[in-house]
């Protein structure tokens, strides 16, 4: 069992940054592999960006790619979306998920989700 709490959402203005985090606890943080997703009022939840275990590998979607950068610190057991050129269509909660690897086999769903963390970009 993992808990993921996330941070650092905001209101901000169109073309600003924010940073959010993910502090996670009750495991091994490099067991996960972490990912970001994000919901707006009346769409479903979308993938925003994933990262390997050890950080090596990260995975975005075409729509946040060259805007935003997840980023893992594996020793703070937290995992980071920065957010830059925010357009108001970054509008949304956005929350962090955990997919657990045991054995060395990860699995093909995200396990664990925090409560989400609100993002308002104003235009």
């Known amino acids: 069992q993992v808990q993921l709490v996330e941070s650092g959402g905001g209101l901000v203005q169109a073309g600003g940054s924010l940073r959010l985090s993910c502090a996670a606890s009750g495991r091994t943080f490099s067991r996960y592999v972490m990912g970001w997703f994000r919901q707006a009022p009346g769409k479903e939840r979308e993938f925003v960006a994933a990262?390997?275990?050890?950080?090596?590998?990260?995975f975005y979607a075409d729509s946040v790619k060259g805007r935003f950068t997840i980023s893992r610190d594996n020793i703070k057991s937290t995992v980071y979306l920065q957010m830059n050129s925010l357009k108001p269509e970054d509008t949304a909660v956005y929350f962090c998920?955990?997919?657990?690897?045991?054995?060395?086999?990860?699995?093909?769903?995200?396990?664990?989700w925090g409560q989400g963390t609100q993002v308002t970009v104003s235009s």
């Open positions: 998920a955990a997919r657990e690897t045991l054995n060395g086999v990860t699995g093909s769903e995200y396990d664990y």
């Open positions: 990262i390997s275990r050890g950080g090596g590998s990260t």
